[in-house]
C-alpha cells in the first residue's frame, strides 16, 4: 500500500466532516458573492456603455406654446452642429406612447389625457459635447422649456450607483475573504492540535517538518479550490437561470451575456484565488502551530 | 552507523541521570543497555534520537555531533537510518498496522514499487498476517509490539533502537523476537540497542552490555 500524502488529507478531512464542512462552505459563500457582485458589475457596465453610446436629450416644453415658438425651437435646435436626429414628441403622440408603455396597466391609462402630459424635443447627436452646449443653451429659457433631461445626467448616477455597488462589494469580498482565511487558518490549527500524537511519532521516525505540514497544507488548498469550484459554479447556474427574466427587464440592453471564453477565465482565476486563499491560512496555521 | 557519547550528563531537573557518560557503539554492535528503573535507559534511547538533548557533553553520530548540527535536516536524515520499537510502541491510532508501516516506508522515501512487498515481507516476520489490517486500539500489547518491530525493521534501518521491545511478550515471543533481531544483525550487519531488565537475554547471549546505575553508569 502507497501511503500518499492526498490520502492522508482526505483521511483528516474524512475524520472532521463538520469542521471540514464549515472550511468549505466559508469559502463557497465568498466566492457565490464575488461572483454575483462580477455579474452585476458586468450588466451595469453594459447598461453604462449604452447611455454612452447613445448621446440623447430631451426637453420638454412648457404647455400652451403656439406653433411658431415650438417651430423656432426646432430650428434653433437644428442649427447645432453634429446633430444626429431631432425628434418633436407631441402632446398627442406623448400620450400614445404613454398607453403603449402601460397597455396592460388600464388603471394607469383611465385618467390620463393628453393635456396633462408634455411635448418634448428628443435630441441625439455624434457628438455628445453638443448635447452639453444644448442643455446649457435651453437651461436658461425658463420660459419655454419646463425640464431637460440629458443622458449624462443619468450616466453620472449610474456611475455613482455603480461606485457604490463596486465599493460596497470590495469591502463585503474583502470580509469574506478575511473569514475564510481566519476559519481554515483556525481549523488547521484545530487538526493539528489534535494530531500532534501523530505529527510527533512522524517527526521521531524522520519526517521532516516539510512532510507533517504538507497534509495540512493540502487540506487548506482542496478547501479553497473546492469552494471557489462549487462557488462559482452554483452563482453560475443561477445567474444564467435568471439570465431572460433579467435581461428583458433592461432592455434593450443586455444586462447578462452569453457564455463566452470570460467565463471559463473567471472561473480559473477564481480557483486560483480560492487556491492561494487556502493554501497561505492554511500554510500560516502549519507554521503557527506545528513547532515540534 | 558509529554512536559515540563524549562525557554527557543529562539531568532532570535536581536528578541526574547520567554524569560524564562515555560511551562508543560501533556499526554491526549488539549491545544490551540494562540497570534499574529510573537509571537512564530510555533516556538515553531519546539522546540518540535528539528527542531530548544533553546538560553537556556531546553524541556523535558517524562523527558528526547532534547538538552542533546546524541543519535541522541533517537530524531527520539521521532519524530516517534508525528503526525505533518505543516502549509505549508509539503507533499512529488512525492508521491500521499496514498504514503506519506504509507510513515510514513514505517518510525514508522507500522504493514505491517495493513498499507493498516489504509490508508482506515485515508483517510475515513478526507474525501479524492476520492482523495487519487492524488499528492499533484492536491489539493486544504483545501484537503492538510486534507491529512495532515490523515498522522499524521495513525501513532496513541501519541500527535498531528497542526500548524494552519484550517487555509485553511472553517468553516465546520475547525470544522470537530476540531471533528476528540477531538474524539481522548478523545478516546485515544492522546495529541493535536494546534496552532490557531481563538477564536471561543477557547472560544468555554473548553481547556487549552497558550497565546503568541509579545515578552514575558503568560501561562494560
Known amino acids: 500500500m502507497n501511503m500518499k500524502i492526498l490520502n492522508l488529507t482526505l483521511h483528516h478531512i474524512r475524520r472532521s466532516p463538520f469542521q471540514s464542512l464549515v472550511a468549505f462552505l466559508t469559502v463557497f459563500i465568498c466566492f457565490l458573492i464575488l461572483n454575483s457582485f462580477i455579474f452585476v458589475n458586468r450588466g451595469l457596465s453594459s447598461v453604462l456603455s449604452y447611455f454612452e453610446t447613445?448621446?440623447?436629450?430631451?426637453?420638454?416644453?412648457?404647455?400652451?406654446?403656439?406653433?411658431?415658438?415650438?417651430?423656432?425651437?426646432?430650428?434653433?435646435?437644428?442649427?447645432?452642429?453634429?446633430?444626429?436626429?431631432?425628434?418633436?414628441?407631441?402632446?398627442d403622440k406623448a400620450l400614445s406612447l404613454y398607453k403603449e408603455m402601460n397597455k396592460d396597466n388600464p388603471l394607469l391609462t383611465e385618467m390620463v389625457t393628453a393635456s396633462i402630459l408634455p411635448a418634448s424635443f428628443e435630441v441625439s447627436a455624434y457628438n455628445p459635447k453638443v448635447l452639453e452646449v444644448i442643455a446649457q443653451s435651453f437651461s436658461a429659457k425658463s420660459q419655454i422649456v419646463d425640464e431637460i433631461i440629458y443622458q449624462k445626467d443619468i450616466i453620472q448616477s449610474l456611475l455613482t450607483w455603480t461606485q457604490v455597488i463596486r465599493t460596497s462589494s470590495i469591502v463585503l469580498i474583502s470580509i469574506f475573504v478575511l473569514i475564510a482565511f481566519l476559519v481554515i487558518f483556525t481549523l488547521i490549527g484545530m487538526k493539528i492540535t489534535n494530531r500532534k500524537d501523530e505529527i510527533r511519532i512522524s517527526r521521531l521516525l524522520g519526517a521532516s517538518k516539510f512532510y507533517v505540514k504538507k497534509p495540512f497544507i493540502l487540506e487548506g488548498i482542496i478547501y479553497g479550490s473546492i469552494g471557489s469550484f462549487?462557488?462559482?459554479?452554483?452563482?453560475?447556474?443561477?445567474?444564467?437561470?435568471?439570465?431572460?427574466?433579467?435581461?428583458?427587464?433592461?432592455?434593450?440592453?443586455?444586462?447578462?451575456?452569453?457564455?463566452?471564453i470570460f467565463e471559463p477565465l473567471l472561473l480559473l482565476a477564481e480557483i486560483f484565488a480560492g487556491i492561494f486563499i487556502g493554501l497561505s491560512a492554511s500554510w500560516l496555521g502549519a507554521r503557527r502551530y506545528i513547532k515540534w | 552507523?558509529?554512536?559515540?557519547?563524549?562525557?554527557?550528563?543529562?539531568?532532570?531537573?535536581?536528578?541526574?541521570?547520567?554524569?560524564?557518560?562515555?560511551?562508543?557503539?560501533?556499526?554491526?554492535?549488539?549491545?544490551?543497555?540494562?540497570?534499574?528503573?529510573?537509571?537512564?535507559?530510555?533516556?538515553?534511547?531519546?539522546?540518540?534520537?535528539?528527542?531530548?538533548k544533553p546538560n553537556s557533553g556531546d553524541i556523535l553520530i558517524d562523527g558528526k555531533a547532534l547538538n552542533h548540527l546546524k541543519n535541522k535536516n541533517e537530524i531527520d536524515k539521521?532519524?530516517?537510518?534508525?528503526?525505533?520499537?518505543?516502549?509505549?510502541?508509539?503507533?499512529?491510532?488512525?492508521?491500521?498496522?499496514?498504514?503506519?508501516?506504509?507510513?515510514?516506508?513514505?517518510?525514508?522515501?522507500?522504493?514505491?514499487?517495493?513498499?507493498?512487498?516489504?509490508?508482506?515481507?515485515?508483517?510475515?516476520?513478526?507474525?501479524?498476517?492476520?492482523?495487519?489490517?487492524?488499528?492499533?486500539?484492536?491489539?493486544?500489547?504483545?501484537?503492538?509490539?510486534?507491529?512495532?518491530?515490523?515498522?522499524?525493521?521495513?525501513?532496513?534501518?541501519?541500527?535498531?533502537?528497542?526500548?524494552?521491545?519484550?517487555?509485553?511478550?511472553?517468553?516465546?515471543?520475547?525470544?522470537?523476537?530476540?531471533?528476528?533481531?540477531?538474524?539481522?544483525?548478523?545478516?546485515?550487519?544492522?546495529?541493535?540497542?536494546?534496552?532490557t531488565h531481563n538477564m536471561d537475554f543477557i547472560e544468555s547471549l554473548d553481547k556487549k552490555v552497558i550497565k546503568l546505575g541509579k545515578s552514575e553508569h558503568e560501561n562494560t
Open chain 1, 54 to 91: 447613445k448621446p440623447e436629450i430631451t426637453i420638454f416644453l412648457k404647455d400652451g406654446l403656439d406653433e411658431a415658438t415650438v417651430q423656432a425651437v426646432q430650428k434653433e435646435l437644428a442649427g447645432y452642429p453634429d446633430i444626429k436626429e431631432i425628434r418633436y414628441i407631441s402632446k
Open chain 2, 1 to 52: 552507523m558509529e554512536i559515540v557519547f563524549e562525557k554527557v550528563t543529562k539531568n532532570y531537573g535536581p536528578i541526574s541521570v547520567f554524569k560524564d557518560l562515555n560511551l562508543k557503539i560501533e556499526p554491526g554492535d549488539f549491545v544490551f543497555i540494562t540497570g534499574p528503573s529510573g537509571s537512564g535507559k530510555s533516556t538515553l534511547i531519546k539522546l540518540i534520537l535528539n528527542q531530548i
Open chain 2, 78 to 195: 539521521i532519524r530516517r537510518k534508525i528503526g525505533v520499537i518505543f516502549q509505549d510502541y508509539q503507533l499512529i491510532n488512525d492508521l491500521t498496522i499496514e498504514e503506519n508501516i506504509a507510513l515510514i516506508l513514505d517518510i525514508v522515501n522507500y522504493p514505491n514499487a517495493k513498499r507493498l512487498s516489504r509490508i508482506d515481507e515485515v508483517i510475515k516476520m513478526v507474525k501479524l498476517q492476520h492482523r495487519h489490517f487492524l488499528f492499533p486500539s484492536q491489539l493486544s500489547g504483545g501484537e503492538l509490539q510486534r507491529a512495532s518491530l515490523a515498522r522499524a525493521l521495513s525501513i532496513e534501518p541501519e541500527v535498531i533502537l528497542a526500548d524494552e521491545p519484550t517487555g509485553n511478550l511472553d517468553p516465546t515471543n520475547a525470544w522470537n523476537l530476540i531471533k528476528i533481531l540477531q538474524n539481522i544483525n548478523k545478516k546485515y550487519k544492522t546495529t541493535i540497542i536494546m534496552t
Open chain 1, 230 to 260: 462549487f462557488g462559482f459554479i452554483i452563482s453560475f447556474l443561477i445567474i444564467y437561470n435568471l439570465r431572460d427574466s433579467v435581461n428583458f427587464f433592461f432592455q434593450p440592453i443586455t444586462f447578462i451575456y452569453a457564455l463566452t
